[in-house]
């Protein structure tokens, strides 16, 4: 099972990235189309909710990875 959530799923403009972890260190968040292409490349630091405006991106569907010391999670989200 995951260790993050992303919610909603499909979502528009605003996609918000979850953790039921606490991670001490940074977190890094990919967005990849379904051709691999990397779309969105960030580093954040979690505060349990993170907030990404996906405005930019096109409808579609995407893979989005959060890595960080302890856990890589790959889920899929729908942008309508």
């Known amino acids: 099972?995951?260790?993050?959530?992303?919610?909603?799923?499909?979502?528009?403009?605003?996609?918000y990235i979850s953790s039921r972890e606490n991670f001490n260190g940074p977190s890094q968040i990919l967005i990849a189309n379904t051709a691999g292409e990397i779309i969105l490349q960030k580093q954040i630091w979690f505060n349990s909710v993170y907030k990404l405006n996906t405005s930019d991106l096109s409808q579609g569907i995407y893979l989005i990875q959060v890595i960080n010391d302890k856990n890589i999670s790959t889920l899929k989200w729908i942008k309508n």
């Open 1 to 15: 099972a995951s260790l993050i959530d992303i919610y909603p799923n499909p979502g528009k403009n605003e996609l």
